[in-house]
């Protein structure tokens, strides 16, 4: 569903220049629930920004769906990230300002969905993640480990094929980080919705299908988790 | 989309307190100022009733107090003053010409009317042909009027509809004292002498009659010139007729200028305060613009993540637009709440339609001003990058 080819990404500032990917040929297949892990600053991040169509590679192709994106607009592409990508952070990345629901809502907003349609989806969403009883809250109410939740949430509301999450459980202790990838597992193994999940979590990668390790902007391995190695 | 921008500056309605306080307090401003404006101007389109063209105005005044003899010199003057063959029409009247500094009224009573105040004009036949007064209805003074029992009056449309309402004016007998009564013998639609910027208000003509009338001096005389008459005619005209007046002093203006220097009371207050105004809106656009740029670079992250799940960079640009706009309805809607009380309790009595024709203007510059002001900065957030703005260490 998402291939990446050849795939390169420098950073260039006026003293430094800083590759953060170099090479990188990926698939990822519909269902997959994948992991990636590395040391920190190995591009990871990068990665799965190129893979979400935040940021485009500085060499190399990115293809949807078997489509190059290589020469969408800007528009074509905020539709694409709309409609077929939901993203989680490690900071939850929630808008204060708006309350629980509101911030749910917000991928629809892009869309054509009435306000009320917007509401029932943005509930359902909440109830997936097990958030009806906070939908009224303001995120500065909120546990971390909910607050991801309410970011997971609004990934779901607009029903994406493909959920890229960048180290969601990264600020949380071990008890909401299980919480979390619990929801995750369910997702994948329930709906189907294909996952790329970076993490530092070995234990966490090993309950996903597939663990590609990264090391200094290069895939280094790409395997199998096999279900005895858990 | 519009409700969440209510919603978004609602929620954050503590850090948007101040902008939207500077836009209500502009709004209000520019209320003032703009109906002040449209007031002057609305005055200004109004018709005068008069033609001030080729019209000069000679102030006589004696300096000494030997009446008769004064008298006797000012029926020379006049005299003298018509024989010129460059004045076409010649009047006396009291100081109160057009656009003079002074202003005279008398309260009347008719009727059930009381103390119905109006200016009153003294002027001679012939200061309708200077001043191409028209009378619409009745008859200007004449000769005829010598030997009428009652002073002749003409009065404005303004005063016919104040003392008379819809009843025929014309025959209508004033008291004024024991033994004068006006009558009234023409109405003529309008006369606005003050000032251009002025409203009309209830006017009329008392006619002089300088047969009957042997106590008198007259400090004005205005006077209608051919095409052509020029400084010096000018010069000949005083010579004349301080040979005729020796220990009188004349002076020579015309009505063009005295009504350039009477609009300067108006348009001198009404340019420093458009001026005054000008600086607080530069004040008001840079604070706007100020508060947007910090606003964006504070939500920078939730810049990204809007991005990030499916706004464009369009989009992004119009929401920041549009939070302004919102921003700027919440301080109109304050400013109006107290703007509308203007025109629905009648303040300062002027007509409402200028009231909300400057509700409507100032209303249209604020949402300008917030927009040229938004423009910019919401370009810069659109312009960001999704993925640095959600770079986290
Ligand atoms: N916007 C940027 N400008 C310059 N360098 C960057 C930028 N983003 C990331 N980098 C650099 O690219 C490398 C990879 O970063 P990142 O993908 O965030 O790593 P990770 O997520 O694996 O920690 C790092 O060396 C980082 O400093
Ligand atoms: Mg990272």
């Known amino acids: ?230 | 989309m519009i409700r969440h921008l209510f919603k978004l500056i609602w929620n954050q309605k503590k850090s948007n307190f101040l902008l939207i306080t500077e836009i209500f307090f502009s709004f209000l401003v520019l209320f003032a100022v703009l109906s002040f404006i449209l007031y002057n101007y609305h005055n200004y389109t109004q018709p005068l009733g008069f033609k001030y063209d080729k019209v000069w105005q000679l102030w006589l005044s004696p300096n000494t107090d030997s009446a008769a003899h004064n008298i006797a010199v000012q029926q020379q003057m006049i005299q003298r003053v018509r024989s010129f063959p460059e004045v076409e029409h010649a009047s006396f009247s009291n100081s109160n010409t057009p656009f003079a500094f002074s202003q005279m009224n008398a309260g009347m009573s008719y009727k059930s009317k009381k103390d119905v105040f109006s200016e009153v004009f003294d002027v001679q036949d012939d200061y309708k042909n200077v001043m191409g007064i028209e009378v619409s209805r009745g008859r200007w003074f004449g000769p005829q009027d010598n030997g009428s029992l009652h002073d002749p009056i003409v009065i404005n449309k303004k005063l016919q509809e104040e003392l008379f309402g819809d009843e025929d004016p014309i025959g209508k007998l004033i008291p004024i004292d024991d033994s004068t009564q006006y009558a009234v013998i023409g109405v003529v639609d309008h006369y606005r002498s003050y000032s251009e910027f002025d409203p009309e208000k209830a006017a009329y003509f008392h006619r002089i009659n300088l047969e009957k009338d042997k106590n008198s001096i007259w400090n004005g005389l205005v006077i209608k010139v051919k095409p052509g008459a020029g400084v010096a005619f000018e010069e000949k005209m005083v010579r004349e007729l301080s040979r005729i007046s020796k220990d009188w002093t004349i002076e020579v203006t015309t009505q063009e200028k005295m009504r350039q220097s009477k609009a300067k009371v108006t348009t001198v207050p009404m340019i420093a305060m458009s001026l005054v105004c000008g600086f607080l809106i530069i004040n008001v656009a840079l604070g706007l613009f100020g508060v947007l740029w910090y606003n964006i670079n504070r939500r920078y992250a939730e810049i990204g993540l809007r991005r990030a799940i499916g706004a464009s960079s369009k989009q992004i640009r119009n929401q920041f637009v549009g939070e302004v706009l919102v921003i700027a309805t919440f301080g109109l809607l304050l400013g109006l709440l107290l703007a509308a009380q203007f025109p629905l309790l009648n303040v300062f009595q002027l007509s409402s339609v200028i009231y909300w024709e400057s509700i409507g203007a100032a209303a249209f510059l604020i949402f300008l001003l917030a927009i040229v002001c938004a423009i910019y900065p919401s370009r810069q957030a659109s312009k960001i990058f999704p993925a640095v703005a959600l770079h986290e260490e």
Do not use: W
């Open chain 1, 1 to 230: 569903m998402i291939q990446l080819t050849d795939i390169e990404k420098v950073y260039r500032t006026k003293t430094i220049e800083t590759v953060a990917l170099n090479r990188v040929n990926l698939q990822i297949e519909r269902g997959e629930f994948v992991s990636i892990m590395g040391p920190s600053g190995c591009g990871k991040s990068t990665l799965l920004n190129i893979m979400g169509l935040l940021d485009e590679p500085t060499s190399g192709f990115v293809a949807i769906d078997g489509q190059p994106v290589k020469t969408h607009s800007d528009s074509k592409l905020a539709k694409l990230r709309n409609e077929k990508i939901g993203f989680v952070f490690q900071s939850y990345h929630l808008i204060h300002d708006l309350s629980v629901v509101d911030n749910v809502e917000l991928p629809l907003l892009y869309r054509s969905v009435s306000a009320s349609d917007r509401r029932k989806r943005a509930l359902e969403a909440l109830e997936k993640v097990g958030l009806s009883a906070r939908t009224k809250h303001f995120p500065n109410q909120l546990s971390g480990g909910q607050r991801q939740r309410v970011a997971i949430a609004r990934a779901l509301a607009g029903n994406p094929e493909i959920i890229l999450a960048d180290e969601p459980t990264g600020n949380l202790d071990s008890v909401m980080g299980e919480e979390i990838m619990d929801i995750l597992l369910r997702l994948n193994q329930e709906e189907g919705t294909t996952i790329v999940m970076v993490t530092h979590d070995e234990n966490m990668a090993l309950k996903t299908n597939r663990l590609i390790r990264f090391f200094d902007g290069q895939q280094v391995a790409d395997s199998m988790v096999i279900e005895a190695q858990i």
